[in-house]
């Protein structure tokens, strides 16, 4: 196959296409009537408060169009995502021209009055969002906050191998981290199994009042730049239209064979090794057949355009003018009819059906979604014959799980860690899929490197990565789970807040269908750090997830093998939400077996009778917990509470499903206050002994009747090289610290309490002390089990 | 100046340095006794918990060491950097072998005994970190959490004309997102006026469990992707000792000589262009010189080397003499007398004094730290004659109070932003220092393209490289502020997190002096984010600082230009905190004239009384406010609450210092209870209209004696395409919704107003209904002022 050159016709019809894209583009960011220019432009045309994003829309559409030409030639299965979302009339523009739009919102129907209504309402309170949001047929990355176009890409062609995902990159997010990392996506694709990504990297040249790095470097540089990527850089450069449009149709469909060519060699060969993969270096003007000039100050080709260029225009007439002038340059008689419909020549430019990329069912993922195949998750149980008597890694049993559910769903379902999987005890999962890696092998990896070209282990030591991935499988209809080192999920704070929001958002939008949860377990976790130190330590990922919608987030605290197995199960069939999942890898105080388990987690939040002795009376002191060693220690603080103070009444009441402590109207899982009271009692001392900060539980709960009597102990930001149990005193979560709350707080202990205070404070400076002698815990301590 | 190659003696003194090196970071991880193996290795030498990263450890010190020849032969100025952090007996053992741990602790000294004590303490708790945190001398980066070390690395050159930053990078760390585009930090280095960086990417090809992408590429793709950054890579690979200190002494001189040239010839024309500058790729086995192979596996040159290659040495006796072998292979008895010091023919290759890259004072800023020479604040006042009836630009005095800040600090004062300091309205900068820009350069960057090589205000879209090389300056002695749009701040959460951590851990090391304050302008606030949509609205940063130490953190809402320019006078003037700042940029009401607002400022939280009618008497109502929209919305409340119900008693209440809020115990800043009592009352209701997330109040003030009675509002994650007071509305933090929770919590009003939260609820949907018709607020609505 080699290239048709495009006619002088067909660059025409093009053209005009484009022209309607950027009439579009430009009357939406102005117009709230007279869409056609009947008539001649007045200020009571414009809208009062000029927003939007000029300058990268025409680039956004002359692509998307290129695409379309492509699509009808090739019959291609391809998707769009913009980089700069922000450019959103450059995609809406094409997506309103190929009818996706108004078949969906029929108030914006293919004539003057839809017109008008999608003039009016774009960037309009109540109206169509500024960026490629939820709402935007064809979308499934918003471009809002920048910096994931790429890895999103990725995440969709992974398993899709028909699939093709033009990305355009904007030049400003090249600058960004995530992007310039995620370049390097190209060593996990693999062109058998997977589709193609073409990014297409738009250096129009400016940001919003700076010039952008890439476009300020030499060509020599920049080519290198992209070859050391691994990609093979075809550069379209210029900024006359016509000249222009030849030369993208010749480099797009040199890529578009290139990809072919490609695919056919590995799939007919078999042999997948890591190409060349093609991109489009697309040079043009920002702004592009804007105002050249305004007031004497360039704008076509410079930041001057970024947002909108022509201001003031309802009050200034030689800006009215300039405006109507730029409008009917691109003569829209020419191309809408009387009725404001697009010409049928010009329509017939677009693909059909769903071949438009406004319609391809992978924007739209929940419609291809299908549930994952699942074992029975009680086949990986382990025995707890006796509660708090046994030790096990709580994950491992999970990578078996974890293991099969891959085995049953080889085509639809990936497992993402930043290097950690095996360090996260998941490496079972290996068994039957090793890591994705299309780089360069050593023999030394056949001696346990698990390493494979068809792997579906995905393992990049950038967090942005995985996740932009990940949320880019999931929004094609895949599945995927993802385990981190609590510390730095930190990392992806800012992708998690996005994700969340782009999910709330969709929910609103009835033609989305659902699509898998986002499954993050964290592990390693702030307890189990005492070696890595300070930096290591950070719970507070939970208090940046609470802050984001209760219709998308979800936190688990299992504190044992088998209720992560049962909370596992359920987050892996969940769609809409954000799973956190909280739980340690290594090896910890088994508690509940299977049926005890799913008890639990089905409730959320629980007492647990063998460990209380209220009897079903009215306790002293309830002593709660949420988190695997926060639970060991505040049973151990219950044993002895009991032994120093037989009478005293102790309820123990855990906490798997964090969102049972907030108010049911806050929260769907929230607990109603009758049950929290009575779990908690209306006046009767709480001991909390939680895995994060104390705060957030004081946050969730601070409405509650008995909130005053809430004594919360969590991680505060205490600690450098310790013990596990040490660090623990350091932050006050151990078991002496607790039986010292209980004291302070239960009346009938003040008293006679005293002595049994000394007696922990002894037990903590002798803790500390063998721990500052042989680097070890106490082994008494250590391997402390539940004695009744 | 030409290269001198290594004689084959100086070669054999240099080895013998290393190994040394090599002895003592296997000896941190293994030995409790016995540290000069002048006896057989018995397992009771051994500690009982093997911690710490073998892996990267002998390529920080071979690196380390060569820099040093360097600093001797050509009188450098130089510091260093460590990416991989966690190879901290990497860099801990050549900075004990040049004395300088022993200076500083002398229980380490430079003898067996010290030498035990360094060795038994390594990784142990109480004792010595795992990383390169604040207590290791020559440090300001512990390479804890990954991808940072370049940005700060060019933090420390900027403005250091004599100073060499040698860092080494991880192949790790190298996949991160803020490593990758950190390398492009070359086009903001000026060679006149900026020290020069000189990165060792140390291609040890290993992660935890993995191979490093950059180790598996071609090497035409790795040199053609620094090429493409901008940089020229010399090539180190091997793995024979000898030859590679050759090969080392041979492309670090090359290096050094060639920054000299490119330095010379720059500070000679006085022509600064961007040049190729040189770095140093160093391909060297993981855990060189290590054990090769355990149990049959291979460990040097795998990743099995990664942390502690050979374990449970206590209990296998196969391991101990293994382990022994290891060690005594680097003949520690050639290298120590029989006191345990080094002897004087190695000890001579160190150099001396400060010129010791571990008591180099850059790396330790604040001896370096002079004041700013600060104008007065007060000059750049606006005037206000009457509270809450003009308006102004927030920012735009502050940007004229930092230009001149500039003009009188233009060789430690920088100011950085993500591309937005013109449009968070600090442009007026511009007038005294440009953006530094060393790209190429357009004829139309003449018309306002504000760029200069030798400009100093920062402008990359990245915030992880800016936050970078802001910590970088700061650590190294200078000031500095940032701002940035408040919804994409949680892009550097994480690095927030580590620098807290950071600055808490530093003010408990004797040694090191106070820093200058990270100062951060949190702009473009939600409540503005109207236009741009929901992706851009999320006030949750500060969520994210209240988990980190009070020693370190403090915030700060000023209303309005006059509080703004007070507050960040003193955070100029503050060392060793994160101070964070959140004042949108857009025309706001204006409140206080300087007096009131220094008085203001000063307390953190008062009493307006020119806005309260309690005069002196306990009110019926608290109605507070922090942030510049929610106090205005605030007031408009109060006014209405005052004409519908004359006899009502409000008191209105301003908080600047969010920490006020905070119990006295928990933070310096704290009012005591009495004083919260004082202002809030014991038992009235109380309204707080705030800027962020409602429950971050309850989460400060859940114990205070009047939280039962506290009502917060805040923003809580509803908003599109809004107006500012449609998104007010939705969120319930405007004037009619604070009049319905008033009346809803005033018992007298209970009754009597109900008529008016009817009206209010009909203001509201009038509100809404202009928006919705014409894209803006209403205009009563938007030209509010204070009318009394």
Request: with cysteine; glycine share 8%; hydrophobic share 40%.
């Amino acid at each position: 196959m080699t290239n048709t050159p495009l006619s002088m016709q067909e660059t025409e019809v093009l053209n005009a296409y484009w022209r309607a894209c950027n009439y579009l583009a430009a009357g939406m960011i102005y117009l709230r009537d007279n869409p056609l220019l009947k008539e001649p432009l007045k200020p009571e045309h414009i809208k009062q408060r000029l927003l939007g994003h000029w300058g990268a829309s025409p680039g956004l559409s002359f692509t998307y169009i290129h695409l379309n030409r492509l699509i009808n030639r090739y019959d291609l299965n391809a998707i769009f995502l913009a980089g700069p979302g922000h450019g959103a009339p450059g995609v809406l523009a094409p997506v309103y021209l190929e009818g996706t739009y108004s078949e969906i919102y029929p108030n914006k129907s293919e004539d003057e009055e839809g017109l008008l209504n999608f003039f009016k309402e774009f960037s309009f309170p109540g109206g169509i969002g500024s960026h490629c949001t939820p709402e935007t047929p064809g979308s499934i990355h918003e471009g809002g906050e920048l910096g994931y176009s790429i890895s999103h890409a990725f995440g969709a062609a992974y398993d899709n191998p028909d699939l093709l995902v033009a990305v355009v990159v904007g030049d400003g997010e090249s600058e960004t981290a995530p992007l310039a990392t995620s370049w390097h996506s190209n060593k996990f694709l693999n062109p058998i199994r997977d589709g193609a990504v073409l990014p297409i990297l738009h250096l129009n040249g400016y940001k919003i009042n700076n010039p952008t790095l890439l476009s300020r470097i030499s060509h020599e540089e920049l080519e290198s730049l992209f070859k050391g990527y691994g990609w093979q850089p075809f550069f379209v450069e210029g900024s006359d239209p016509m000249e222009m449009h030849g030369k993208m149709a010749d480099a797009m469909e040199a890529c578009v064979l290139e990809i072919r060519r490609i695919q056919q060699e590995a799939r007919g060969s078999g042999k997948a090794v890591r190409p060349r993969w093609p991109m489009i270096v697309l040079r043009s003007p920002k702004g592009w057949t804007g105002p050249r000039e305004v007031d004497g100050h360039k704008v076509e080709g410079f930041w001057r355009s970024h947002q909108v260029p022509l201001s003031g225009v309802r009050e200034n007439p030689a800006h009215l003018a300039q405006l109507e002038a730029w409008l009917r340059g691109y003569r829209p008689e020419e191309l809408f009819d009387a009725n404001g419909s697009l010409l049928p020549e010009l329509k017939a430019l677009a693909p059909q059906g769903q071949r438009r990329m406004s319609a391809n069912l992978h924007a739209n993922g929940g419609r291809l979604r299908k549930a994952l195949c699942m074992p029975d998750f009680r086949n990986y149980r382990i025995e707890v014959t006796k509660p708090g008597t046994t030790s096990a890694e709580n994950t491992r049993p999970l990578g078996k799980f974890l293991r099969d559910i891959m085995q049953e769903n080889m085509q639809n379902f990936r497992v993402f860690g930043p290097d950690e999987n095996t360090s996260n005890k998941l490496d079972d999962i290996y068994q039957v899929s090793k890591k994705t890696w299309l780089a360069d092998y050593l023999p030394e990896d056949a001696d346990g490197g698990q390493l494979a070209v068809d792997g579906r282990v995905m393992e990049m030591l950038s967090e942005h990565t995985l996740e932009g991935w990940l949320e880019g499988y999931l929004l094609t209809g895949r599945h995927g789970f993802f385990s981190t080192y609590e510390a730095f999920v930190h990392v992806i704070d800012s992708m998690f807040n996005q994700h969340a929001k782009w999910l709330e958002m969709s929910k609103a939008v009835a033609w989305r269908a659902p699509i898998s949860s986002l499954n993050l377990l964290i592990t390693s976790t702030v307890w189990r750090q005492d070696h890595n130190g300070f930096t290591h330590q950070d719970p507070g990922f939970l208090d940046v997830v609470v802050n984001k919608s209760p219709a998308v987030t979800r936190i688990y605290l299992p504190p044992d093998v088998n209720t992560l197995l049962a909370i596992s199960d359920h987050c892996l069939q969940s769609t809409d939400y954000i799973n956190v999942i909280v739980c340690d890898k290594q090896k910890h105080l088994q508690f509940l077996d299977m049926d005890a388990a799913i008890k639990h987690c089905t409730k959320g939040i629980g007492i647990w009778e063998w460990a209380s002795n209220d009897n079903g009376v009215e306790p002293d002191l309830v002593m709660a917990c949420a988190g695997d060693i926060p639970t060991k220690e505040a049973l151990a603080a219950t044993v002895m509470l009991r032994e120093h103070f037989p009478d005293l009444k102790v309820r123990f009441v855990n906490v798997v499903d964090l969102y049972k402590l907030t108010p049911a109207a806050e929260h769907p899982h929230g607990l109603s206050d009758n049950d929290f009271d009575s779990l908690f009692t209306l006046d009767k001392p709480i001991l909390f002994n939680f895995h994060g900060y104390p705060w957030l539980i004081h946050r969730l709960a601070y409405r509650r009747n008995n909130h005053k009597n809430l004594h919360v102990r969590g991680y505060k930001e205490k600690g450098s090289i310790n013990t596990p149990l040490e660090l623990a005193i350091q932050n006050e979560i151990d078991r002496f610290s607790l039986v010292i709350d209980a004291i302070d707080r239960v009346p009938s202990l003040k008293v006679a309490g005293a002595h049994v205070k000394e007696k922990m404070r002894d037990m903590q400076i002798e803790c500390r002390n063998y721990a500052y002698e042989y680097g070890a815990d106490l082994p008494a301590a250590d391997s402390w089990v539940w004695p009744y």
